[in-house]
Nanobody, 126 residues
Framework: QVQLVESGGGSVQAGGSLRLTCAAS????????MGWFRQVPGKEREFVAG????????YYAESVKGRFTISRDNAKNTVYLQMNSLKPEDTAVYYC???????????????????WGQGTQVTVSS
């Protein structure tokens, strides 16, 4: 079973950038499709980005396309989310998630990912 720990959250002004890191332990990250989700109080956790095991395929929510980039370094057992041109509406707790093997259809709901980190807060002020 893989364990996930996020870091890199913080407070930034609109237009700024942050890079989130998800460090995995327990199993080789190369066996897992990885995703990033976010959640604000009172709302469901929403899909932000996903990346295939090899890093050869990436997927994004429409709201972050062109601003966020997901990447991975399997040798370091780490996944990243580079967030640029941040907006106040990006404020949320960001979660790293994993599922064994590459899916045929990328799951965009929490039920598609059995493994989760504890989350890291991102706050964007206007």
């Amino acid at each position: 079973q893989v364990q996930l720990v996020e870091s890199g959250g913080g407070s930034v002004q609109a237009g700024g950038s942050l890079r989130l890191t998800c460090a995995a332990s327990g199993r080789a990250l190369s066996s897992y499709f990885m995703g990033w989700f976010r959640q604000v109080p009172g709302k469901e956790r929403e899909f932000v980005a996903g990346i295939r095991r090899s890093g050869g395929g990436t997927y994004y929510a429409e709201s972050v396309k062109g601003r966020f980039t997901i990447s991975r370094d399997n040798a370091k057992n780490t996944v990243y989310l580079q967030m640029n041109s941040l907006k106040p509406e990006d404020t949320a707790v960001y979660y790293c998630a994993a599922r064994w093997n590459d899916p045929i259809v990328v799951p965009a709901t929490t039920s598609g990912y059995p493994y989760w980190g504890q989350g890291t807060q991102v706050t964007v002020s206007s």
